[in-house]
């Protein structure tokens, strides 16, 4: 059963452009969530979707929006990307009270 | 608002010392409470979790308890390897019903040194 996976691993990107960030959640999992880890912090909730509907956001600006396809799986976009943006962003996706991590995707912006 | 606050690292042990990493919490309602570990360069793997005051979590040798009284879930190992470091974070879940977002303490280094 293979768990959460997230693609790329890596990303570089420069300040201005949009990246798109992807997730297969765990099998028989349908809510997914995203979270930012700066280098030296915890986890921070961006948002959550459930039933292709985001359900939950965190304190993260329109800049960042995603999506949710009928298979589950997701889709983490971000706008007009700036330095500060540079982060781990993991994707977890949940069945009742335990959340399931990926591997995240480590972007960086310059 | 929900908040989790976690001693700071780095923590440095020799194998086979006691660990206990401190972790409370603020929260309105009953959370659930987590311990997640972070290995270098990979994302966060569950490593115990309480859903109730007076649960008790454990894995692998560590152990949590969900204190209601004190707002805590400090995290214990009777005896830490050289395996077992890495970064450990304590969470709590707004609840299912809230639609469970996880709150992320700052995370807590743990080195063991042979």
């Known amino acids: 059963d293979a768990g959460v996976t997230q693609s790329p691993t890596h990303l570089i990107k420069t300040r201005g452009q949009q990246v798109t960030l992807r997730c297969s959640p765990k099998?028989?999992?349908?809510?997914v969530s995203w979270y930012q880890q700066a280098l030296g912090q915890g986890p921070q909730f961006i948002f959550q979707?459930?039933?292709?509907?985001?359900?939950q956001r965190g304190n993260f600006p329109d800049r960042f929006s995603g999506h949710q396809f009928p298979n589950y799986s997701s889709e983490l976009n971000v706008n007009a990307l700036l330095l500060g943006d540079s982060a781990l962003y993991l994707c977890?996706?949940?069945?009742?009270?335990?959340?399931?991590f990926g591997q995240g995707t480590r972007l960086t912006v310059v | 608002g929900n908040s989790v606050t976690q001693m700071e690292g780095p923590v440095t042990l020799s194998e086979e010392a006691f660990l206990t990493i401190n972790c409370t919490y603020t929260a309105t309602g009953y959370p659930s409470l987590f311990w997640y570990v972070q290995y270098p360069g990979e994302g966060l793997q569950l490593l115990l979790k309480a859903t109730k005051a007076d649960d008790k979590g454990s894995n692998k040798g560590f152990e949590a308890t969900y204190r209601k009284e004190t707002t805590s879930f400090h995290l214990e190992k009777g005896s830490v390897q050289v395996s077992d470091s890495a970064v450990y974070f304590c969470?709590?879940?707004?609840?299912?019903?809230?639609?469970?977002?996880?709150?992320f303490g700052q995370g807590t280094e743990l080195s063991v040194k042979p």
């Open positions: 969470a709590l879940s707004e609840g299912y019903n809230q639609g469970g977002k996880l709150i």
């Open positions: 099998s028989g999992h349908d809510t």
């Open positions: 977890a996706s949940r069945k009742g009270y335990e959340a399931f």
């Open positions: 979707y459930y039933e292709e509907e985001e359900r």
